[in-house]
Every structure is written in structure tokens, then in C-alpha cells.
């Protein structure tokens, strides 16, 4: 083989594997990344429940302690960092949610403790809350339609 | 101790696979779709609430535990829930009462640790 042939045959190798690698590399890292999180959070969960608390009770704290973990991490600066190499990993779990508060509401600090950190910590929350809430009013209104069809019924 | 003799590894295993699992879901979408990240969150938060409604996504918690609980598909979940056991108890205003009452936990520490650690945070000045 001669070495322009190897180039080409190099170059060739590189577009067809280029493309598709980082995203299964990337995947790969929010895999790992994202089970952590959960992982630590059923180890939370299993805690509360050999404690005695009930099965909702037990989920409630395991929010509340991720979401106060990834907070300050993500005052400390530590978050992005880990956000950077994980990717989806950490902005799927609710430790996302709690980055995603945090971090707006930290650059716009600047503007005041109102109107700065207070307005600006919803610019990602807000739409998450706005969705989700909408969604479950909605789920509970067809519910209702759905559960008296079949009181009727009966 | 004795807890971590106790502990089920085999639900972690599950959890952490099924946590996993619904993370590449997320980054499949920030590679494949120009989706930005907050359309992301909103799209599992709906998601989650859908197939909450459904009844489907507790037989998920049920398999992985903290594993479908966590993300933020979860949280979706426990906002559906919420309001379909307030509806069953007080009719039509538990759509409204309930999904909150269920995620109020989440939704007040996010606030309230949120604000806290941005006041205390050192503002980095970098732009990316």
C-alpha cells in the first residue's frame, strides 16, 4: 500500500466513524452519570425506608436532598463542570432542574436580589413548572371525566 | 451497618440501568435535535406526566425505584399522581390542589436552596 492510499483510506475511515462516535461516547457518559445519580438517590430512598417512612415520604426526601446537593454545587462552580462531561446525565435527573435554577439566577446576580436572582431563577423552572403543572391538572380533569363515565355506569 | 448488609443491589442494578437508560433518551436529543436544554426538561416533565396519568410509569417506579423516580420524568409523575388522588377525593378542585400538594417537597427546597446557593455563590465572569 502506498501512502497516499493509506491517507485516503485514513481520511475515508475518519468520515464514516466521526460522525457516530461521540454521540455513543456521549451517551455512554451520560449513562454512567445518570444511574450514579439514581443510584444515590435509591440508596437515600432504601435508608428512609428502613427508617420507618412511608414509600411517597421517602421519594419527597430524595428530591429535596439532590436538589440541596446539586444547588450549592452548582454555587460552587463544581456543577458545570461535571454538566460539561456528562451532558444529558446530569441535566436529566432533578439535580438538572436544580442546576438549571441556579445557574441563571447566579449570572444575573448583578441585577439585584429581585429582579436579578429572584425573576431570573425561573427562566428555565419557570417553563419546566408552567408544563408540568398544566399537564397535571389536565391528567386529573380527564381523570375526573373518565372515573364519573364509570360511576355512571355502574 | 446492618443497613448496607440489608440493601437490595439488585434494585440498585435496576435503578441505576433504568436511570441510565432515560438519560441517553436526554442526550439522544441534545445530539440528534437542535432542542435546547430547557425544552428538554419540559418535554420529560410532560412526558412524565402523561404517562403518569396513563398509570403507566408507576409500574416503572415500581420496577427501577429511584431509577424512574429521580429524573425528570419522575417528577412529571408525581404531579399527575398527585392530582388524580386529590380528584378522586375532591372532585374537580383536586386537578388543581393536587399535583402541587404531591411536588410541593421539590418544588419549595428548588426555590428555597436555589436562592440560597446563588447568594452565596461567586459570580463567574466568563462568557462562553
Known sequence: MNPLDTKKDYQEYVNK?????????????????????????????????????????????VSIILILI????????????????????????????ANSIVSPAMEYKSEGYVMGVGAKMFTVAGPVLVF???????????????????ITLV | MEFFQNLNWMMLLKCFIVGGLICIIGQLLIDKTKLTPARILVIFVTTGAILGGLGW????????????????????????????EDVTKFGLVGAFTGGIKAAAGGIAAAVFFGYIASLISKPKMKKQ
Open chain 1, 70 to 97: 446539586s444547588a450549592f454545587l452548582t454555587g460552587l462552580n463544581l456543577f458545570n463542570k461535571i454538566g460539561k462531561f456528562a451532558g444529558a446525565g446530569s441535566l436529566v435527573p432533578i439535580t438538572g432542574f
Open chain 2, 57 to 84: 410509569y408507576e409500574k416503572l417506579v415500581e420496577f427501577a425505584g429511584a431509577g424512574a423516580t429521580v429524573p425528570l420524568t419522575g417528577f412529571g409523575n408525581t404531579l399527575a399522581k398527585g392530582a388524580i
Open chain 1, 17 to 61: 466513524k466521526s460522525p457516530n462516535s461521540p454521540t455513543l461516547k456521549n451517551c455512554f457518559k451520560a449513562f454512567i452519570v445518570g444511574g450514579f445519580i439514581c443510584s444515590i438517590g435509591q440508596v437515600i430512598m432504601e435508608y428512609c425506608k428502613y427508617r420507618g417512612l412511608d414509600k411517597t415520604l421517602s421519594s419527597t426526601i
Open chain 1, 132 to 150: 408540568g403543572i398544566s399537564a397535571s391538572i389536565l391528567v386529573g380533569i380527564i381523570y375526573l371525566i373518565f372515573n364519573t363515565q364509570s
